[in-house]
T-cell receptor
Framework: NAGVTQTPKFRILKIGQSMTLQCTQD?????MYWYRQDPGMGLKLIYY???????DKGEVPNGYNVSRSTTEDFPLRLELAAPSQTSVYFC????????????FGQGTRLTVV | QQQVKQSPQSLIVQKGGISIINCAYE??????FPWYQQFPGKGPALLIA?????SEKKEGRFTISFNKSAKQFSLHIMDSQPGDSATYFC?????????FGAGTRLTVKP
């Protein structure tokens, strides 16, 4: 059982480039989330989805986009990368809205130079 | 606005000692309070969680104390072990919104 799988694990982007962070879960969870983790700041919610075709903004959505075409996949798109997007990104999923255990992927460390 | 405030930022404890991490929240609508443990290079993993209708929950060496009137909750790690060295995050949840504290880096010295 793989759980939540994120790719890539590391990436260096130049300012203005775009990329997609991939996230797949095999637990048939309806709820999926994207967080960014900055040193000393905890995790900030970027976007979340309550099911295929339904997404909504979290606390820090600017500069990001998401889509949810299937239950399993929840990719995060960065358009026009900026140094402020240098961070560690975590995808998570849960079976119900927030009141149950959220399972996290291993993270993607992104550096924008 | 930091909706969940966590302290201390770092903590060093001797093996066998008690580790205590504190969190305070502002939004009284929060109704689920989990603690996550994160090892370097890994994603956070649920350690223990509590709902606001109970004042304490214990699982092995880990205990959450919850004070609803003060809007505070804390994690106690009894008989701390070097293997407990990790970063701990408190969180508070309402509906689909889970807000995290800034994290506490715990080091347990042998």
């Amino acid at each position: 059982n793989a759980g939540v799988t994120q790719t890539p694990k590391f990436r260096i982007l130049k300012i203005g480039q775009s990329m997609t962070l991939q996230c797949t879960q095999d637990m048939n969870h309806n709820y999926m989330y994207w967080y960014r983790q900055d040193p000393g700041m905890g995790l900030k919610l970027i976007y979340y989805s309550v099911g295929a075709g339904i997404t909504d903004k979290g606390e820090v959505p600017n500069g990001y986009n998401v889509s949810r075409s299937t239950t399993e996949d929840f990719p995060l798109r960065l358009e026009l990368a900026a140094p402020s997007q240098t961070s560690v990104y975590f995808c998570a999923s849960s079976s119900y809205r927030g009141h149950t255990e959220a399972f996290f992927g291993q993270g993607t460390r992104l550096t924008v130079v | 606005q930091q909706q969940v405030k966590q302290s201390p930022q770092s903590l060093i404890v001797q093996k066998g000692g008690i580790s205590i991490i504190n969190c305070a929240y502002e939004n009284t609508a929060f109704d689920y309070f989990p603690w996550y443990q994160q090892f370097p290079g890994k994603g956070p993993a649920l350690l223990i969680a509590i709902r606001p209708d109970v004042s304490e929950k214990k699982e092995g060496r880990f205990t959450i104390s919850f004070n609803k009137s003060a809007k505070q909750f804390s994690l106690h790690i009894m008989d701390s072990q070097p293997g407990d060295s990790a970063t701990y995050f408190c969180a508070a949840t309402v509906n689909n919104d889970m807000r995290f504290g800034a994290g506490t880096r715990l080091t347990v010295k042998p």
